[in-house]
């Protein structure tokens, strides 16, 4: 058990952009589900989403993950039947980085939300 899993109380599954060729010397763009993970969603404080909109982000959301979880920049996490790729409705959670603090318990993804419409 680690420092942090019992505050993990979600589970959100993981997107991964993929290219795939078109045959015509492109490509088309999807996010390919990598499974999912359990996390603690926060939002984030004032000084975040200050500093983030000074640097033109909107950094909305900070989700904690165990240090292994696999989430990566880019990436997005949506809870169990919300697809990024479809229309619909649901949360999605873009991430915009990634970071360990130095001594590893827990690895956090600065992320903003976004709405399917």
């Known amino acids: 058990m680690s420092a942090i ?3 993990l109380n979600r589970s959100l599954h993981v997107w991964r952009q993929s290219q795939t ?3 015509s010397g492109g490509y088309t763009v999807a996010y390919v589900d990598q499974g999912s993970v359990v996390c603690k969603v926060d939002q984030s404080t004032g000084a975040e989403r200050l500093a983030a909109a ?3 982000s909107d950094h909305s959301h900070n989700i904690y993950c165990e240090t292994d979880a696999g989430v990566l920049r880019n ?4 809870p169990t039947g919300v697809d990024p790729n ?3 409705t649901g949360e999605i959670y873009r991430v915009l980085s990634t970071t360990v603090p130095s001594s590893p318990r827990y690895l956090k993804a600065m992320c ?3 709405e399917l419409a």
């Open 54 to 56: 000074q640097l033109g």
């Open 5 to 7: 899993s019992h505050w």
């Open 112 to 114: 903003e939300r976004e």
């Open 86 to 88: 479809s229309a619909g």
């Open 75 to 78: 990436d997005k996490l949506a």
């Open 21 to 23: 060729p078109d045959g």
